[in-house]
């Protein structure tokens, strides 16, 4: 986490059938259905009185309960696409390495950091934060090691070691691979930044402090800020949001009500001293990200920096 210190259906009412005439009947048979009638409508106008009071509360709690749904269903779709990252430093380089072997939780390897990222096609090609795997990408030691935990469209969890393929240092952003042969993995949805409105509802989804599959809610509280970047220079049009964004939230999607990307989670302003989230957090643009990772995924490197 880059941190600023930088870091109805309603019962019809009955209906009432006579298949006998009028005139077949007594008077007094006659008087007492008037009577009746009379109560019944009577009745019926009381029940009316009171249903603008219960009425409103139904649908009122219908709608609540829509709400929720709809948010549970949100959270349930679009965790499939978002992934762990652990940062891990090795003890020593070693002799072999095997294609596809993974480290294990025993070995003598000290976890560095974490943050999120997602599924950004089905040939498990991960986007994150630059500065979630900046050590591996500058890594020369050749101890560094990236730990990718994914699920599977069917909901089965496995992890992997994460390769990086390229990284843009200036929108902070990183491109890592991993294996995903035998496995059906969920790309996450993307949608479209440049529409976007100050007020409307978005969700982050990460692992902050390390807690897996974290959903936070908020709105989008700004549009077109500048923030920082890890190389020095800043990055423009950035989304704020009061959805909270802690430490590990890095690189995870920030999505909007239809389950579509809108940016990638990336910094927050901190209460100072405290290194809490104040509300204030940024996510880069979709628009932004899409324009970027292909880039880095065919070249390993910007455009710009190809020239």
């Not at 630059?130 to 990236?146: E, F, I, N, W």
């Not at 035998?182 to 996450?188: F, N, T």
């Not at 802690?246 to 690189?251: K, L, P, Q, Y």
Request: glycine share 10%.
């Amino acid at each position: 986490m880059a941190l600023f210190s930088l870091q109805n259906n309603l019962f019809p009412l009955p209906m009432l059938n006579s298949t006998v005439s009028a005139k077949s009947l007594p008077s007094v048979t006659t008087r007492r259905a008037t009577i009746f009638g009379s109560t019944l409508l009577l009745l019926n106008f009381s029940n009316l009185n009171s249903t603008p009071l219960a009425l409103p509360q139904l649908l009122l709690d219908d709608e609540l309960q829509q709400q929720e749904d709809h948010v549970v269903q949100l959270f349930q779709d679009t965790s499939l696409s978002v992934v762990f990252i652990k940062d891990i430093e090795l003890a020593k380089v070693p002799k072999s390495f095997s294609k596809g072997v993974v480290l294990d939780e025993d070995e003598d390897a000290k976890v560095e950091g974490s943050g999120s990222g997602f599924i950004w096609d089905t040939f498990g090609h991960i986007v994150t934060n630059y500065h979630v795997v900046s050590k591996l990408a500058t890594d020369t030691s050749g101890l560094q090691r990236c730990k990718v935990f994914l699920v599977d469209a069917k909901g089965n969890s496995f992890y992997r070691e994460g390769k990086i393929i390229g990284f843009d240092p200036a929108y902070d952003l990183a491109v890592l691979k991993v294996d995903v042969d035998g496995y059906q993995v969920k790309p996450a949805n993307l949608g479209q930044s440049n529409n976007l409105r100050v007020g409307q509802s978005c969700f982050a989804i990460g692992n902050p402090y390390g807690y897996e599959n974290t959903l936070t809610t908020g709105v989008v509280s700004g549009l077109g800020r500048e923030i920082p970047s890890p190389n020095g220079g800043a990055i423009r049009g950035a989304i704020q949001t009061d959805a909270a964004i802690n430490a590990g939230n890095s690189g995870g999607p920030l999505i909007d009500s239809y389950g579509h990307v809108i940016g990638v989670n990336t910094a927050t302003f901190t209460k100072k001293g405290t290194g809490m989230s104040s509300g204030v957090n940024f996510a880069i643009p979709i628009d932004t990200v899409v324009r970027t990772v292909p880039y880095l995924i065919v070249y390993g490197t910007p455009y710009s920096n190809r020239f």
